[in-house]
């Protein structure tokens, strides 16, 4: 296995199982080479992942369960990718999802062959990439900012920020904003005032 | 009270189980509510009143208070109450305002002693579903206490058209079996209301030239938007119609439809619907804004939406930016001193802006020493007109106070009402009727100049997207792309944006020099404002005039009516413009005489003639005029007490409220001016509102008379235990299936649920299911499943806002931390589709922001995190008891300690979201700089994001603890907005 990794560290390996599985033809951002392997698909040193389309759930139920416990131990991250390919979905995927928990896997739905290529591609892809873009870094850009945090009012909308902002010249003098001034803003009705103010010169913990 | 209003009590009150009412809207509900409860006597149990929008419940308070004030007489349960003092109430026999929230949870913890409830008001009651937390309520409340009534109401009749028999659905999920239909068309209401009718005088103004372009224009535009999407065969063709487009609800059809399938379509299908919706509002604000802020908002939309939107691309929409433009501000050429047409039905002050004598200046306006802006500013003309009935409604008062004071009832307040449809335009009149339109429009004028160079100054957006609008269809071969450019002014060449931005600093320059050097020059603008002629169709009809018609035939009795009783003046089109020319001819030679007249002097000047306005000189004395906004809702008729009502913007609640009145004080005078536009989509769609709900009743009198209600309905049949028995020998039948024979415990499932999640629909489809609800406040987790699983559930949009946020990664992160298997629940709804997008959408590479890299990166950092995919509620319902059935049933005291940091003696033990400002504080950690690890010192330091904006920066370095983060804070703050000068 490990002879397999060194020989092609930025391939994914497939496993000769999966030969034919039309899948492989959207695997295009990364390369493929067809191996010997336990697992469906050798991600990285740790991570791999098993194929399930629910339709072929439906005639071979066990076939799941039979394929995680071959994985053994091995991996640390153990992905069940699911192709949503059936209509009448709540009763397969309530198995899979029971098969996938209590059996150390995550699962992962796709409702497209690209779709599950493209889980594919990025695991291998960010295999080694921080966690910064989930975890609320954001763009620098000021209306990026700007338009993000007065969002966070709803039915706050793009077009109100820039009349806002406009309005007002920065932030600051839009959250101290009269009522009155916050009204007089065309497109910015009554409820979206009051939102506005609310949430403006409401105290943080309304306990008294 | 009136008396139908009895009539609809005492029906009510029969059946001693409740019922559910619905009545068309502007009866007065409030009124109707409070008469209610004024029967309620302590002695039969509290009344819990549920889900009152609160300008609802303050009207049923004013108007409780209204006879006889009896403060004791009702409360609000909050969450600031503690449990004891909560029971005290609910044990107090009086009337409780109280939310679902709070009340579903002391349901489930048994802190409601049931028996002493006498029943529940569900007010608002078309906003229900068989999922919402009131359905919840209901159920719990018939198996606990089935002698309590509940009866629901609503006044939104319309609402109850979505959906497959909505109004049979929530009579069975609220267990009820009378519906009472209350219609205006009803009997008993129409001959009441029609007994006594006030006396009405509908004007119809005549929109400018220019006004009635831009309504064509933007009509032609929706219909071509309309054709396009019924071409897409992806919604239902009936339903497309110009006229359903008017309304907000068609937003709501559209979506239904599209909902289903919304993955499938195509970025052009979304962009029509969305398209639709700033085409609706367009139409509304042409009525509703000054021709300045008007053109402000539309450009307003150019930059924001630029390159997304369709609709600003096709030709008619071109046209809807020239005529604003023009009914604002012209261009001309020094030398020629023509104008370029059109413009001849325009009132038109033309004046240069150009300094010739200020050549020194260095400005950038030197450069372009041709152009001149030549302001319009045309007036609404409601607004001349709206004066004019002020005047006469003065003369006749002085009439009558000459003839002898005696013929003035002592209940004759003499308060005028002006109703217009929102705060803003109240604001504007009144500063209208104070200072003359010429100061409005001026200012309006000089507000839109500055923030012109705000707009301006904007980063215009990627240019580098030019594949997109490439028109279609109708829409098609008209467009005149160069989008690149298009973003600003495609119709404004550069020079007359250099004049504007010209403009803009000199009026800048002058607000910061703030003295003014130049005294006044007032002049003369001769008798433009006349005498009070009217220049309008003056109706006054007797009796029930048109617009309280006997509801069912609304278009007949228009026209009939309009055609037998013209009373007044109709003054030709053609005299009208004759003056209109006079005006523009008088404007012309005065612009000669002071054609050299600098920029700032010409803007000063004007600014001091507004003061002195023609029309407020030879004006006549005004009556003193309350204002009042419809949006506010607030009902105030009885409040005020007018005589006169004026109603500017017209709106079919407030026409019945009007009518309630009268019906309520048959002595009184009251006579009411309507001010429409005529042939503007202001009539159509108030007539159609009318039909739309009449339309809407006889589907319910129809559905009605086929309703098929189960007998059990009043609760009897369905004990609390019958249904556990029910549930749990059907679990125990999955158990033995599923796991070989394993013995099971006789124990109902338990699930433990945070507060916080009460707002959402899963806690009661779990109940449904027959698993034990223990509402808590927990740390950490959505839902604990088992001391060992623990889920955080989130809806698609919560799914990729927590993940922008960051919020997701952190609340994984403490899943992980303490529980052995922490679980995401990612629910789909069930009306939408159940996928992220469609094959076409993934794209060719792998990009940072796409919601399968984001899941991916989650699943490579958190490799034990478990994911459920769920269909629907119901299905996660379904899994919920699929995970439980091997597992132990969770602790809810340990539950409740996990993640709360008590080792500091912080314990916060009561982190509910009701005590919180959420939108407040989810703004607050949006902002640059505050972190999860800095945001609840900055809420302790501060009362108010209001504050936060004043904080010096040192200050919040204390708090946040870092000058960085503080200075990232401040600066932020006090960015300025992007511009120009």
């Known amino acids: 296995l490990s002879s397999h990794y060194c020989q092609s560290r930025n391939a994914i390996l497939v496993s000769h199982r999966q030969k034919g599985n039309p899948l492989l033809k959207h695997i295009r951002n990364v390369r493929w080479n067809l191996v010997d392997i336990v697992c469906d698909y050798l991600l990285g040193q740790n991570s791999c992942a098993l194929y399930l389309s629910l339709r072929y759930h439906l005639l071979h139920p066990d076939y799941l369960y039979y394929r995680i416990r071959e994985l053994q131990k091995n991996f640390k991250l153990r992905v069940v990718l699911c192709h949503v390919d059936v209509e009448d979905v709540v009763?397969?995927?309530?198995?899979?999802?029971?098969?996938a928990l209590f059996h150390d896997c995550t699962l992962l739905c796709g409702w497209s062959l690209e779709e599950c290529g493209r889980y594919l591609e990025t695991i291998k892809v960010y295999e080694n990439k921080p966690a910064d873009i989930i975890q609320g870094q954001m763009d620098t850009d000021y209306m990026y900012l700007l338009n993000h945090a007065l969002t966070a009012v709803r039915r706050v909308n793009?077009?109100?920020v820039v009349t806002l902002g406009s309005t007002f010249g920065s932030l600051a003098n839009i959250m101290d904003a009269s009522m009155e001034d916050l009204a007089r803003c065309p497109g910015i009705g009554e409820r979206k005032v009051k939102r506005l103010y609310d949430t403006f010169h409401d105290p943080f913990k309304r306990v008294t | 009270m009136v008396e139908f209003h009895e009539q609809i009590i005492s029906d009510l009150i029969e059946d001693p189980n409740g019922g559910l009412v619905i009545l068309s809207s502007g009866l007065c509900l409030h009124k109707l509510i409070s008469s209610l409860l004024q029967l309620h006597s302590p002695s039969q149990g509290s009344l819990l009143i549920l889900s009152s929008s609160p300008p609802l419940k303050s009207s049923i308070l004013r108007s409780l208070q209204n006879p006889n004030p009896n403060p004791n007489f009702h409360s609000e349960i909050t969450s600031d109450l503690s449990a004891t003092q909560r029971l005290s109430l609910y044990t107090s026999g009086g009337v409780l305002f109280i939310t679902a929230r709070i009340l579903i949870v002391d349901l489930l913890t048994s802190r409601l002693p049931t028996t002493s409830l006498s029943g529940l008001l569900i007010l608002n009651s078309h906003s229900l579903t068989e999922t919402s937390t009131e359905a919840f309520i209901?159920?719990?409340?018939r198996t606990l206490?089935?002698?309590?009534?509940?009866?629901?109401?609503?006044?939104?009749?319309v609402s109850f058209l979505s959906g497959f028999a909505k109004a049979e659905r929530l009579l069975k999920c609220l267990y009820l079996r009378k519906l009472h239909l209350w219609p205006r068309f009803q009997v008993y209401v129409s001959q009441e209301l029609e007994k006594n009718p006030p006396e009405v005088v509908d004007i119809r103004v005549p929109m400018t030239a220019m006004m009635k372009g831009i309504q064509t224009a933007i009509i032609e535009v929706m219909d071509a938007c309309l054709k396009e999407m019924r071409k897409t065969n992806k919604v239902d063709v009936e339903d497309l119609t110009v006229e359903k487009g008017l309304f907000k609800s068609f937003d709501e059809i559209v979506r239904r439809q599209l909902d289903p399938i919304w993955h499938t379509l195509g970025k052009k299908t979304k962009q029509l619907v969305s398209d639709l919706r700033t085409l609706r509002k367009l139409l509304d604000y042409l009525i509703r804004y000054d021709a300045v802020s008007y053109l402000k908002y539309l450009e307003t939309l150019r930059v924001s939406e630029s390159f997304r939107s369709v609709w600003i691309f096709a030709e008619s929409s071109h046209k809807i930016f020239e005529y604003a433009k023009k009914r604002v501000y012209q261009v001309g050429r020094v030398d020629g001193g023509k104008l370029d047409g059109q413009n001849k039905n325009v009132m038109i002050k033309k004046r240069k802006l150009k300094d010739k004598n200020k050549k020194e200046d260095s400005l950038p306006t030197t450069t372009n020493g041709q152009v001149v802006l030549q302001e319009v500013l045309e007036e609404a003309p409601k607004w001349k007109v709206l004066h004019e009935v002020l005047e006469e409604i003065e003369e006749e008062r002085q009439k009558q106070a000459s003839l002898g004071e005696q013929f003035l009832d002592e209940d004759d307040s003499g308060i005028v009402l002006v109703a217009c449809k929102d705060e803003r335009s109240c604001m504007q009149l009144e500063d209208f009727i104070a200072n003359g339109p010429k100061k409005v429009m001026q200012?309006?004028?000089?507000?839109?100049?500055?923030?012109?160079v705000e707009l301006q100054a904007l980063p215009k957006r990627k240019k580098n997207k030019p594949k997109d609008p490439k028109g279609f269809g109708v829409l098609d071969g008209v467009v005149h792309i160069a989008p690149a450019q298009t973003t600003e002014h495609s119709s404004a060449s550069k020079p007359e944006h250099d004049a504007l931005l010209a403009a803009a600093k000199e009026i800048r320059k002058l607000a910061k020099k703030g003295d003014l050097e130049d005294g006044p020059q007032p002049q003369v603008v001769g008798g433009e404002h006349g005498k009070g002629r009217r220049k309008w169709k003056l109706q006054k009809t007797a009796a029930s005039a048109d617009i309280f018609l006997k509801e069912d035939d609304v278009n007949e009795n228009m026209v009939t009516k309009s055609d037998e009783s013209i009373v007044s003046v109709s003054v030709s089109e053609n005299e009208i413009q004759k003056t209109e020319i006079e005006q523009a001819v008088n404007g012309g030679l005065h612009k000669d005489a002071h054609g050299s007249s600098s920029i700032n002097r010409a803007v000063l000047r004007k600014h001091n003639e507004g003061v002195e306005s023609t029309l407020m000189e030879n004006a006549k004395p005004v009556p003193p005029v309350h204002f009042y906004a419809l949006e506010s809702d607030q009902h105030i008729l009885?409040?005020?007490n007018p005589t006169v009502v004026i109603v500017y913007h017209a709106d079919m609640t407030f026409v019945r409220e009007i009518e309630i009145y009268k019906a309520e004080n048959p002595s009184k005078k009251l006579k009411v001016y309507f001010l429409f536009y005529e042939d503007s989509t202001e009539v159509q769609k108030f007539e159609a509102s009318i039909r739309r709900e009449n339309g809407a009743f006889e589907t319910l009198i129809r559905q009605k008379s086929l309703m098929m209600l189960p007998v059990d309905q009043d609760g009897h049949g369905l004990g609390l235990n019958s249904s556990v028995e029910l549930q749990a020998t059907s679990s125990q039948n999955l158990v033995t299936r599923k796991a070989g024979g394993r013995k099971e415990t006789e124990k109902e499932m338990q699930v433990i649920v945070d507060m916080r999640e009460f707002m959402s629909s899963l806690p009661n489809v779990l109940h449904q299911k027959g698993m034990r609800v223990i509402p808590v406040t927990l740390e950490v987790g959505d839902y604990i499943l088992s001391p060992s699983i623990c889920v955080e559930r989130k809806s698609i949009q919560d799914l990729f806002l927590s993940f922008t946020s960051g919020r997701l990664y952190h609340q994984v992160e403490t899943m992980s931390r303490y529980y052995r298997i922490p679980v995401l629940l990612i629910e789909f709804s069930q009306e939408k589709s159940?996928?992220?997008?469609?094959?076409?959408?993934?794209?060719?590479?792998?990009?940072?922001?796409?919601?399968?890299?984001?899941l991916s990166l989650l699943a490579l950092h958190f490799p034990r995190l478990r994911i459920i995919w769920s269909r629907s509620l119901h299905a996660t319902a379904e899994i919920f008891a699929s995970l439980k059935s091997n597992q132990d049933e969770p602790d809810e005291a340990k539950a409740i300690r996990v993640g709360v940091p008590s080792e500091e003696g912080v314990v916060e033990n009561d982190v509910r979201a009701e005590n919180y400002n959420t939108s407040a504080v989810e703004f607050l950690r949006r902002l640059p700089g505050v972190t999860d690890s800095n945001y609840r010192a900055l809420m302790d330091g501060c009362n108010s994001l209001a504050e936060l904006a004043l904080l010096p920066i040192e200050r919040l370095a204390e708090l946040m603890g870092g000058q960085k983060t503080a200075r990232t804070l401040r600066d932020f703050l006090d960015a300025k907005y992007p511009t120009v000068l």
């Open chain 2, 443 to 452: 200012d309006e004028w000089e507000k839109y100049l500055l923030s012109k």
């Open chain 2, 138 to 141: 209901a159920r719990l409340l």
């Open chain 2, 638 to 640: 009885d409040l005020m």
């Open chain 1, 91 to 99: 009763k397969p995927l309530l198995e899979v999802t029971r098969t």
């Open chain 2, 145 to 157: 206490n089935p002698k309590a009534y509940i009866r629901a109401f609503s006044d939104k009749p």
């Open chain 2, 834 to 854: 159940f996928s992220f997008q469609s094959a076409s959408e993934i794209g060719d590479d792998v990009t940072p922001n796409s919601i399968i890299s984001k």
């Open chain 1, 158 to 160: 793009k077009t109100d």
